[in-house]
């Protein structure tokens, strides 16, 4: 495996002695991060692009990691535990094609203190926001009203309902999972969350989304 590189701007990179046997040596320890870096553009520019790695976890609950097309290091461990991650065949595989590579946790976080990343990290967030239908101007006191009862719960998408029934994760990371996983879910799992979500970001995704479909 090839050390990871890290581009700490668009023009410059530096390299750091960390990939997969380091990221296995710290899967236990919650407080260092899997960073990766999206490199499609590296493999074929011509399809170079946001890349997607359903991952299946250890309970056999599916997902998705979204990374964006950027140049900076995501933490993609926020979305699904760590381990999950590693094990994956799917993520092994992006790896190896070289769609995507590793990075040294450190480096990856003081590269995302620079004036350029914070501000490629502000439009990744509003690239996302406009993906799940929410925007600065979204008002949240026009929220969507519905009486309309929940179908039987195995019409409700199983992602949505860990998700949401869950109790160890983050409010940051059950919305990581709403939000990387919108393609995937219908009206009536929208009226599940917008009923059943304790976060206001979430029951407001919700209402939008609902808002469209009606």
Same mark, same amino acid.
């Given at each position: 495996m090839s050390?990871?590189?890290? %581009?700490?701007?668009? !023009?410059? %990179?530096?390299?750091?002695?960390?990939?997969l046997s380091e990221a296995r040596r710290d899967v236990g320890d919650a407080a260092i991060p899997l960073y990766v870096l999206n490199v499609s553009s590296k493999r074929n520019k011509r399809l170079a692009g946001v890349v997607n790695i359903p991952i299946t976890t250890d309970r056999g609950n599916s997902f998705c990691i979204?990374?964006?097309?950027?140049?900076?290091?995501?933490?993609? /461990?926020q979305q699904v535990a760590k381990k999950d991650i590693i094990d994956s065949? !799917?993520? &092994?595989?992006?790896? !190896?094609?070289?769609?995507? *590579?590793?990075? /040294?946790?450190?480096l990856a976080e003081e590269s995302l203190n620079t004036i350029d990343a914070i501000a490629e990290i502000d439009k990744i967030q509003q690239d996302q926001l406009r993906i799940a239908g929410l925007d600065d101007t979204f008002n949240p006191n026009e929220g969507y009203e519905d009486e309309t009862p929940v179908d039987e719960p195995q019409s409700v998408s199983?992602?949505?309902? *860990?998700?949401?029934?869950?109790?160890d994760i983050s409010a940051s990371e059950r919305y990581s999972i709403i939000r990387n996983n919108t393609e995937m879910f219908d009206a009536n799992?929208?009226?599940?969350?917008? %009923? !059943?979500?304790? *976060?206001?970001? &979430?029951? *407001?995704?919700?209402?939008q989304f609902l808002k469209k479909s009606s």
């Open positions: 050390s990871s590189v890290l %581009s700490t701007s668009k !023009n410059t %990179s530096t390299k750091g002695k960390y990939g979204v990374i964006p097309k950027t140049w900076i290091p995501i933490a993609i /461990d065949t !799917n993520f &092994l595989s992006m790896i !190896n094609k070289g769609i995507i *590579e590793i990075v /040294d946790p450190m199983p992602i949505a309902m *860990e998700a949401l029934t869950r109790e799992t929208w009226k599940y969350i917008a %009923s !059943n979500a304790k *976060e206001q970001k &979430l029951i *407001e995704m919700a209402s």
